[in-house]
């Protein structure tokens, strides 16, 4: 039972660059969400879906865009990296936005 | 809007209680409560959905004040093992539903 995965675990980009950060959920959740998190600044949601082919914003979507074609996988998309994108992503899903998240286990991500 | 936790920061000795508290100045439907240790994703401890109800285990218990768009939770004959950060997420109703929104955490150390 392989919960919440995220790849890559670690990435280093310079800036300019763009990549996509994948998530994938074998609980058949259809509620997922991406948060970074910094140093003080706690756990800030990014965007998140409710089902596939749902999706909104959440606190912080500037410079991020995300997907979802299926319920399993729910990408997030750097567009232009920049070093104020420098932090650990988390991926996070559950049935509902009202039950218990299960988080992937991050990716440290550092912008040069 | 992130809800705020207080206080920022606790330090006990085992077998202390404590207190960390979370407000929001917006009604909420439900309020979630997590513990991250470092370097590693967040976990699950409980949810509590608006109608005032308290949750919990012996040693660790959860309240939410609806009225008061408040929740505490308690930590009562801490263990080193409670040491980490808690966070606390809210949901609000409305056009903000679906939405987890986390505070800053509250950094909690327990010394022997």
């Known amino acids: 039972n392989a919960g919440v995965t995220q790849t890559p675990k670690f990435q280093v980009l310079k800036t300019g660059q763009s990549m996509t950060l994948q998530c994938a959920q074998d609980m058949n959740h259809e509620y997922m969400s991406w948060y970074r998190q910094d140093p003080g600044m706690g756990l800030r949601l990014i965007h998140y879906s409710v089902g596939a082919g749902i999706t909104d914003q959440g606190e912080v979507p500037n410079g991020y865009n995300v997907s979802r074609s299926t319920t399993e996988d729910f990408p997030l998309r750097l567009l232009s990296a920049a070093p104020s994108q420098t932090s650990v992503y988390f991926c996070?899903?559950?049935?509902?936005?009202?039950?218990?998240?299960?988080f992937g286990s991050g990716t440290q991500l550092s912008v040069l | 809007q992130q809800p705020v936790q207080s206080p920022q920061a606790v330090i006990l000795r085992e077998g202390e209680d404590a207190v960390i508290n979370c407000s929001s100045s917006?009604?909420?439907?439900?309020v979630h409560w997590y513990r991250q240790k470092h370097g590693e994703a967040p976990v699950f401890l409980m949810i509590l959905l608006k109608g005032g109800e308290q949750k919990g285990h012996e040693k660790i218990s959860a309240s939410f004040n609806e009225k008061k768009q408040q929740s505490s939770l308690y930590l009562t004959a801490s263990q080193l093992s409670y040491s980490g950060t808690y966070f606390c997420?809210?949901?609000?109703?409305?056009?903000?539903?679906?939405?987890?929104?986390f505070g800053q955490g509250t950094i909690l150390t327990v010394h022997p």
């Open positions: 997420g809210t949901v609000r109703g409305g056009t903000s539903y679906g939405k987890l929104t």
């Open positions: 917006k009604a909420l439907y439900s």
């Open positions: 996070a899903s559950s049935w509902t936005v009202n039950e218990k998240l299960f």
